[in-house]
């Protein structure tokens, strides 16, 4: 039992380009009430959002708003995990804002911000009882990874860590939207993808068995790309689990098996491969796992964590 947590009630929030899912868990990590509703755009709306997620679960659980004793985002963009500021969350058509500013009245509990990679990957620890030592790979919109180490969010010396859909492997490739050619998110990245299949006609389902040679090479060309994004994360962090998840994922069935098998053919190859093992570390977030506002939750309560893990392993203060 953990001194001083009776009565502890966590709220996470994951601010989607799309939807907001909300979570509140109590100090056992269990899942109390949930719920998804619209995200709206701008600063003010994601402040509405906030407040009708917050709101919503309060009232299924018969309390109000300031009786969350921790409050966590999740938000796309360019996160200052220490104050909260976020810039160039472009979908929320925001250029930069200060969060738990904006929030400051509406909550009792001091708002803690975190990317939504980064978050995820905490909640996905949880989700799947591995919560020391994993690398999340997100396949969505874009492409990233965030590892945790320790129980510890990698973040780097400037919070670059996990950036990997930016490895540019195609030198003549496609113009990715961070100003180099041939990124791995212009190979695997939904907006990317999606584009690209829109002009075959094609949505992401269809392409694991559409047999004309147009839609092999796509498929191919996504396949090799995940491949190397997992090899890449497993020789960088090589943590003893990779969780895969994302909206890309979830819309094609075949693309897990399929890079599977890749990573296998590869690795029969190269005893350096066959070493690393990659195939066998992935592992899938079970679809339906809100791992995004469950990690938000965890982002919220960062410093009862933290004191958790060092007080059994000493681990590097600040960042
Ligand atoms: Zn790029």
């Keep these: 039992m953990r001194a001083g947590e009776s009565g502890a009630l966590s709220l996470g929030v994951d601010i989607g380009g799309?939807?907001?899912?909300?979570?509140?868990?109590?100090?056992?990590?269990?899942?109390?009430?949930?719920?998804a509703m619209p995200t709206q755009p701008t600063e003010a709306g994601i402040r509405r959002t906030v407040v009708a997620v917050a709101g919503t679960l309060a009232t299924e659980l018969g309390v109000g708003p300031s009786d969350f004793t921790t409050v966590g985002l999740g938000i796309p963009g360019f996160v200052d995990?220490?104050?909260?500021?976020?810039e160039t969350a472009v979908?929320?058509?925001?250029?930069?804002?200060?969060?738990?500013?904006?929030?400051?009245?509406?909550?009792?509990?001091?708002?803690?911000?975190?990317?939504?990679?980064?978050?995820?990957?905490?909640?996905?620890?949880?989700?799947?009882?591995?919560?020391?030592?994993?690398?999340?790979?997100?396949?969505?919109?874009?492409?990233?990874?965030?590892?945790v180490s320790r129980g510890r969010l990698v973040r780097g010396a400037r919070n670059g860590a996990g950036e990997i859909g930016h490895l540019a492997v195609e030198p003549a490739g496609e113009l990715c939207s961070c100003g180099q050619r041939g990124c791995l998110e212009t190979a695997l990245g939904g907006g990317y993808v999606s584009r690209r299949l829109a002009a075959l006609g094609l949505d992401l389902a269809e392409l694991g068995t559409d047999p004309r040679p147009e839609a092999v090479v796509e498929k191919g060309r996504m396949v090799a790309a995940l491949a190397t994004a997992l090899t890449l994360v497993v020789i960088a962090y090589d943590?003893?689990?990779?969780?895969?998840?994302?909206?890309?994922?979830?819309?094609?069935?075949?693309?897990?098996p399929t890079?599977?098998?890749?990573?296998?053919?590869?690795?029969?190859?190269?005893?350096?491969?066959?070493?690393?093992?990659?195939?066998?570390?992935?592992?899938?977030l079970p679809a339906g796992t809100p791992a995004?506002?469950?990690?938000?939750?965890?982002?919220?309560?960062?410093?009862?964590?933290?004191?958790?893990?060092?007080?059994?392993?000493?681990?590097?203060?600040g960042g």
Excluded at 260 to 284: I, T
Excluded at 292 to 317: F, M, N, Y
């Design 91 to 147: 979908n929320l058509q925001i250029a930069r804002t200060d969060l738990p500013l904006l929030l400051a009245d509406d909550f009792a509990a001091k708002v803690r911000v975190e990317n939504d990679v980064k978050a995820t990957a905490l909640g996905a620890g949880l989700a799947l009882g591995t919560t020391r030592d994993l690398t999340y790979v997100n396949l969505g919109t874009g492409l990233a990874a965030a590892a």
């Design 18 to 35: 799309t939807k907001a899912h909300g979570v509140a868990l109590d100090a056992a990590d269990r899942v109390l009430a949930e719920v």
């Design 259 to 284: 890079v599977e098998a890749d990573l296998r053919r590869r690795a029969a190859d190269s005893p350096f491969l066959a070493g690393l093992a990659v195939a066998d570390r992935l592992v899938e």
């Design 292 to 317: 995004a506002a469950i990690g938000a939750a965890v982002v919220g309560r960062k410093k009862e964590l933290r004191a958790r893990h060092t007080a059994s392993e000493p681990t590097v203060v």
């Design 239 to 256: 943590s003893a689990v990779v969780v895969l998840g994302g909206g890309v994922l979830r819309g094609t069935g075949w693309l897990r």
């Design 81 to 86: 995990h220490t104050s909260g500021v976020v």
